[in-house]
């Protein structure tokens, strides 16, 4: 993989703020030209770097909410079968393996309305083979969320 200039953290991190912004404006924050912002931005692209451009929802306008599975696979288990069971699941927003207590973290969009979240955990549990240990948080708020 290329090395990551300043420029790119920069471009990155300000993406991640804002990824409606133009090249033009991209170019005036970071002094440089539009030119030079698309070819790092084509190329960041490529590089698998800039996966792609998102928005963030405010999920309790939305009544919704996320509830945090905190999964231990079993040791016999392949761990990487558990995580595309979840992967696949169309309630999992955002799937991270780790390493400590638990090696499975997974986010479940589930209603506000905490029987129906319930009801939605259960639903996403029961795909799962292979758990030694589960823990389930509630997130209920959200107040900073960077990236970079």
């Keep these: 993989m290329r090395r990551m200039d300043k420029v790119d953290l920069q471009l990155i991190k300000i993406l991640s ?3 409606r912004l133009t ?3 991209l170019a005036e924050m970071l002094g440089t030209t539009r030119q030079r912002v698309a070819r790092k931005v084509d190329k960041l692209k490529k590089l698998g770097i800039i996966r792609k451009f998102t928005i963030i929802p405010n999920l309790e306008k939305l009544n919704y909410m996320y509830a945090i599975l905190l999964i231990k696979v079993k040791a016999t288990e392949n761990i990487y079968q558990v995580a595309k069971v979840l992967k696949d699941h169309e309630d999992v927003k955002i799937l991270e393996l780790g390493v400590g207590k638990y090696n499975i973290i997974a986010h479940v969009l589930v209603p506000k309305d905490i029987k129906k979240a319930q009801e939605k955990v259960n639903d996403v549990i029961k795909e799962i083979n292979g758990i030694e240990d589960l823990e389930v948080e509630f ?4 107040p900073k969320f960077e990236l970079l």
């Design 23 to 25: 090249y033009r404006e």
């Design 139 to 142: 997130v209920s708020d959200i």
């Design 17 to 19: 703020q804002n990824s």
